[in-house]
């Protein structure tokens, strides 16, 4: 999934934003992000999705196994789930330079045609 410019590039869509922010509402997310090469648009046939989220209720390291896995399948694509606690101090600031965010509290922000 993700739709291939004429650069060979792919894009963060409609459709994958509102795809990831089904699957990460229905488990708890107040706050979900994309990061990484699909926000940069930088994207490629073998990329992956990463994803940074914020969840109202701490999820056990199996929990976030099953929605990464669930997310996977949705999208046909590799994805990368990290939470907000578990980001490295040191990969922080890299993060969230590139982050698009596509949902918060509540409030969808998926971006037409990013970028």
């Known amino acids: 999934m ?3 410019t004429a650069r ?3 894009t ?3 459709k994958i934003c509102e795809t990831i922010i089904r699957v990460l509402t229905q488990n708890d997310a107040e706050r979900i992000a994309v990061f990484g090469s699909y926000a940069r648009g930088e994207a490629g046939p073998e990329s992956d999705i990463d994803i940074l989220v914020r969840f109202g209720r701490t999820k056990s390291l199996l929990q976030i196994v099953r929605i990464e896995d669930e997310l996977k399948a949705a999208l ?5 789930l990290v939470t907000e606690k578990a980001v490295s101090p040191y990969l922080a600031d890299t ?13 969808s922000r998926v971006p037409p045609s990013y970028p």
């Open 76 to 80: 046909h694509r590799n994805v990368d």
């Open 2 to 4: 993700g739709q291939a």
């Open 12 to 14: 963060l869509t409609e």
């Open 95 to 107: 993060i969230h330079r590139d982050e698009v965010v596509i949902y918060d509290a509540g409030r």
């Open 8 to 10: 060979g590039m792919y």
